[in-house]
């Protein structure tokens, strides 16, 4: 179980602070991550401690992180560290030598993410955002940036960037504490395990089976971030490959409202007009209240002990 108490006790002000900025490219379909740290004044240091600090500190609960799994402001979702690509971005951190200091304004420009590493003598804390557009030179080349002294307004040419006091994940004692899951998905490519598991699962006999052809929810799901999520999940909860499940679906189709459509022999027929109603049976997400009678359409479910 993730340690959310470890987290929110950790010493921020005894800590070291190490600002780290990160460009990533791929390699052979893995992400490539090249960090260098950057020099910091002792004021913007105490008030990104302060704001990491804060941000930890509203955090109410902790949610396993599930494919189709959200958490809100008082929320993290959390995962193992080592299901994540955070040990080719750590590994750099532990290294501050002076070879990996920012010394030039190209070193910094366009960098994908900024990451805080707190050390103590006993524990270490990454919190990690996902840069903004005043990061990137096509933003400062589109612009013309005033500044307001003495009066009047003049040409400021001094290169900026904006640190918001917001972080998207943060890592901790082996897991990851994630804020913004989409932010973290993007941060980690963690998504391009979404399309390597859907092309996976596309090429199970027991999932193609149940299908007439896939063509149609191959072109449904492509790289939309949204479908790609549900399909894994569709794999991971397995319903597909449950015979009584899938006579279950052929039997109670119509009486659930859903617009699939079967052939003689039994095969879902997708088109582009069935497959979000192919994907809620398949995921098990179209619910029926004994108590108001109606017909539901849900996120997730979690079972009743």
Known sequence: ???????????FAGADLTVWVYKRSTRDGVPVFTGRWVGITDELAASLREAVAQRIDAVGETIEYEILAQNNEASVLTLGADETHIALVEAQSANPT????????????NAHFYMLRFATQDDVLLAVRKTNASWSTRRATDMLRVVFQDE????????????????DFFVFDGDVFVANKARFESVLAYRAGHMEAFQELAGEP???GIFSDVAAITAFVGENKIQLRRAVAIREK????????????????????????FDDAGLIVPSPETCRDIFQALLDHRLDS????????VQSTEAVQ
């Not at 002076?98 to 420009?109: G, N, P, S, Y």
């Not at 009047?152 to 972080?167: I, S």
């Not at 397995?238 to 459509?261: K, S, W």
């Not at 004994?290 to 359409?297: G, P, T, V």
């Open 98 to 109: 002076e070879a990996r200091k920012v010394k030039r304004l190209k070193q910094i420009a």
């Open 206 to 208: 027991d999932f193609s």
């Open 1 to 11: 179980m993730a340690n959310l108490a470890g987290l929110k006790a950790f010493d």
């Open 152 to 167: 009047e307004l003049d040409v400021d040419e001094r290169p900026t960037f904006t640190m918001e006091p917001v972080f």
């Open 290 to 297: 004994r108590l108001s009678m109606r017909l539901y359409d």
């Open 238 to 261: 397995g319903h597909f490959r449950d015979p009584a499940f899938m006579q279950n679906l052929r039997t109670e189709c119509e009486a659930m409202g859903l617009a699939i459509v």
